[in-house]
Nanobody, 116 residues
């Protein structure tokens, strides 16, 4: 099992920046994939950015060039740097991890609100 603790959400004006962090309760070397999803009201949860089990980094098209995912292995933490935020980025952001290729874990979610 793995517990994921997120932080860093908040209210920001359009064009601003926020950095989300997700700390895992175990070494992220033991985690196959780890990243971020988001869910806006009335919409399905969607991928934002992720380190895949194949060692790649994937981004959703709407955030390419604006968001960056990076990690601190020593701190078992994955970050999401969000720049040039838009009102349509408003959502609850969830940290995600896959372990043993079949076990999916989610953080509690952190709210990001971008005002126009």
């Amino acid at each position: 099992q793995v517990q994921l603790v997120e932080s860093g959400g908040g209210l920001v004006e359009a064009g601003g920046s926020l950095t989300l962090s997700c700390t895992a309760s175990r070494s992220i070397f033991s985690i196959n994939a780890m990243g971020w999803y988001r869910q806006a009201p009335g919409k399905q949860r969607e991928l934002v950015a992720i380190f895949t089990s194949a060692g790649r980094t994937n981004y959703a098209d709407p955030v390419k060039g604006r968001f960056a995912i990076f990690r601190d292995n020593a701190e078992n933490t994955v970050y999401l740097q969000m720049n040039s935020l838009k009102p349509e980025d408003t959502a609850a952001y969830y940290c995600y991890a896959r372990v043993a290729l079949v076990e999916d874990y989610w953080g509690q979610g952190t709210q990001v609100t971008v005002s126009s």
